[in-house]
């Protein structure tokens, strides 16, 4: 796929560069002109939680790899990225990758499981993040490792890769087609829901007693947590109102805080949407998908199938939904809040800005500097009405060579407390420690956003940073992976 006519911005070769071509097409990202590593560095800073200390503000966002075995527990390749997670020297482990709290609600079949029967496995992943962020780094204090719960919902797929199983809440004007569902395909029962829930709790139990500083309920991604909020058109317990879209976060948390008195709860949240994006079909060629846009949605409004996005207008966003969210949070005592966006699935430039989409994508619709803008600035907004949360900020990866002027700046402005990093950690994982100590980065190890460690997930591969990480770089994945990027060329080409 070629990268349209955006901006490469390896071709830039300064910070001014940079900073010029953000005020020549108005993109308000902050950006500072030097960087002042070393102890003194906004980045270095420690922050407060609740009497526990966070010892810097890199944030390192949960990331899964497709490379669990098929009862769920972690393999050597889970063990070297979480190995990598703890060398980059950023203190704040956000729940490491999505850990499915029941076998039917995994995203993939070997995505990992937290049972009794994995607890071991679980606690081991933990210790060797620790180990190595103790060698690299000499200390783990103020090292905070959280662990992310999921239940997949919609993108279950737990026992075939590329069979979907959905557990969806509600019928979705869009998605159902795309995930070929028919009219009468069953709902999760309420009754089925309070079993989910169940399990959040157990789970939550047993990464306590492991030693586990937090539990991530996700609320992100078109995932379970994320539908609840926008099921509007559900009847029932879980549906409708506010206060019935957000029954689930409620019971989850209540559970958590009994079962396991003492653990910290954080929330990843998307937090604000759009309607679902597709290749234009007039710009698309054989072989060659063309840009993003939306899916026609003139029939469908007001929109009832979103959060976070205007049900006028669903291709803008509205971060009322968002607010009252965070207010339900901060009532519940939640303070650590990681602000994502959209889904990987529907609309992967909101989530994840890319100049190379992956094999099922679309060629970006917008500079993905301009969906970085969109991200940081909805944090900005959040932080500044709730300044007593905790909020981490995502989608920085895409700022490559600039990413470390620019965090500086974001958590120097109080744009957020910590910057979130994901794909430049499987690039190049050492990144936030070089920051850090105030050392010239390798240029040549930056993620250049070629979404290999999306595409091969996408085609039953595990994920990894097939261009960048010399483990998977000529590995026989690696060779599997060209042969069905090469294969699914020249289907398209031929159909
Ligand atoms: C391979 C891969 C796996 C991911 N897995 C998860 C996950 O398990 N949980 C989650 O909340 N987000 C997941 N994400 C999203 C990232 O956490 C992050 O939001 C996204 O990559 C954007 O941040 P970045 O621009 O720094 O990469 C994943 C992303 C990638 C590339
Ligand atoms: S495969 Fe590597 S370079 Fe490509 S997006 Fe993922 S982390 Fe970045």
């Known amino acids: 796929m070629s990268s349209q006519n955006y901006l490469h911005l390896g071709s830039l070769h300064s910070v001014d560069a940079f900073q010029r071509h953000l005020r020549e097409h108005n993109i308000a990202i902050p950006c500072d002109a030097e960087l002042g590593g070393g102890s003194g560095s906004p980045l270095a800073q420690p922050l407060m939680l609740n009497g526990i200390k966070i010892g810097n503000r890199f944030a390192i966002h949960p990331m899964e790899g497709w490379d669990g075995t098929r009862d769920g527990r972690p393999t050597d390749l889970t063990f070297r990225r979480w190995r990598n997670f703890g060398r980059s020297g950023a203190k704040l482990i956000w729940g490491g990758e999505a850990v499915a709290v029941l076998h039917e609600g995994r995203a993939n079949p070997n995505q990992l499981l937290i049972n009794e029967d994995t607890r071991s496995d679980l606690a081991r992943l933990r210790e060797v993040l620790i180990d190595e962020h103790r060698r690299a780094t000499g200390s783990a204090d103020g090292l905070l490792i959280g662990l992310q719960l999921t239940h997949s919902g919609r993108y279950s797929q737990p026992n075939v890769k590329g069979r979907p ?135 469908s409004l007001p929109y009832r199938w979103g959060f976070g996005a205007n049900p006028e207008n669903p291709i803008e966003l509205d971060l009322t939904d968002s607010k009252q969210f965070l207010s339900l949070l901060r009532e519940l005592g939640i303070r650590l809040v990681n602000i994502s966006a959209g889904s990987p699935y529907y609309n992967p430039h909101v989530q994840r800005p890319t100049l190379f989409p992956p094999s099922d994508g679309y060629l970006p619709p917008e500079d993905p500097l301009v969906g970085v803008a969109r991200q940081m600035d909805a944090a900005r907004l959040l932080k500044g009405q709730f300044p007593d949360l905790l909020i981490v900020g995502t989608a920085y990866t895409y700022l490559q060579d600039f990413l470390p002027n620019v965090a500086q700046a974001a958590v120097r402005e109080g744009w957020v407390d910590c910057v979130g990093l994901g794909r430049m950690v499987l690039a190049y994982p050492e990144l936030p420690l070089q920051v850090l100590e105030g050392r010239a980065l390798d240029r040549k190890r930056l993620c250049r956003t070629f979404s290999d460690c999306t595409t091969a997930p996408r085609n039953g591969l595990p994920s990894g940073c097939y261009p960048l990480d010399p483990h998977y770089k000529k590995s026989e994945i690696a060779a599997q992976l060209s042969e069905i990027k090469n294969r699914h060329r020249k289907k398209t080409m031929e159909a």
């Open 165 to 299: 199983e959905p557990s969806i809440l509600y019928r979705h004007p869009f998605l159902d087609k795309r995930l070929g569902l028919s009219a009468d395909y069953p709902l999760l029962a309420d009754g089925e829901i309070r079993g989910i829930i169940e399990a959040f709790h157990r789970s939550a139990r047993i990464a306590r007693e492991v030693g586990y500083d937090f539990v991530d309920v996700k609320h992100c991604h078109g995932y379970l947590g994320h539908e609840f909020l926008s099921a509007h058109t559900r009847e029932g317990d879980y549906g409708g109102g506010f206060a019935n879209r957000t029954r689930f976060l409620r019971e989850v948390v209540e559970g958590i805080r009994s079962i396991a008195p003492g653990l910290e709860i954080s929330v990843r949240l998307s937090a604000f949407d759009t309607v679902p994006f597709r290749p234009d079909p007039e710009r698309s060629t054989p072989g060659k998908p063309g840009p993003g846009v939306p899916e026609p949605f003139a029939d």
